[in-house]
T-cell receptor, first 113, second 115 residues
């Protein structure tokens, strides 16, 4: 089975712009979760989608949003980028039970200038 | 709320020796899972091992084993026969049920394997 894929792998944006990141889960996985990793805050949960519905949400401002499509692929969007949004964004997929093992993609490294 | 604590500073181990990475956790969920992930410098988070809260036996996956002590709320990772490729950051994480189904991570431990 192919693993979790994320595109793009690297992004450079400027403050005020918006960005969309994409995640394709492992075939058969219905849950997709997004995490932000920074040196200062570590790994923080953004949100989880299951069967096209947001099932869980972390403590991030409304500038961070996501969605999931019928084929379980997911996108996350960050609007009005700030310098502090520079981070590694990791997507993980699972079958959707709880607790359940989440398998991660390679991540998208976002740099905001 | 769930919490994972990893307090060890950077760890060093000689190639072919065993090493234990410590992890303690806290949760009010009766059903939960404990995980260890490896993150090399490339950034990808690699799943290593899983332990369910109701599992009677400690989990093992090849050279990885999880020393689960429920009463002490600890879930230490043991890597046997260390290899140079084991040098990486290691994260302990947990997830529960419902609103706690997200992964909560510790701060991680850097492991360096010496030849």
């Amino acid at each position: 089975k192919a693993g979790v894929t994320q595109t793009p792998r690297y992004l450079i944006k400027t403050r005020g712009q918006q960005v969309t990141l994409s995640c394709s889960p492992i075939s058969g996985h219905r849950s997709v979760s997004w995490y932000q990793q920074t040196p200062g805050q570590g790994l923080q949960f953004l949100f989880e989608y299951f069967s096209e519905t947001q099932r869980n949400k972390g403590n991030f401002p409304g500038r961070f949003s996501g969605r999931q499509f019928s084929n379980s692929r997911s996108e996350m969007n960050v609007s009005t980028l700030e310098l502090g949004d520079s981070a590694l964004y990791l997507c993980a997929s699972s079958l959707g039970g709880s607790p359940d093992t989440q398998y991660f993609g390679p991540g998208t490294r976002l740099t905001v200038l | 709320a769930q919490k994972i604590t990893q307090t060890q500073p950077g760890m060093f181990v000689q190639e072919k020796e065993a090493v234990t990475l410590d992890c303690t956790y806290d949760t009010s969920d009766p059903s939960y899972g404990l995980f260890w992930y490896k993150q090399p410098s490339s950034g990808e988070m690699i799943f290593l091992i899983y332990q369910g809260s109701y599992d009677q036996q400690n989990a093992t996956e090849g050279r990885y084993s999880l020393n689960f002590q429920k009463a002490r709320k600890s879930a230490n990772l043991v890597i046997s026969a260390s290899q140079l490729g084991d040098s990486a950051m290691y994260f302990c994480a947990m997830s529960g049920t419902g609103a706690n189904s997200k992964l909560t991570f510790g701060k991680g431990i850097t492991l360096s394997v010496r030849p």
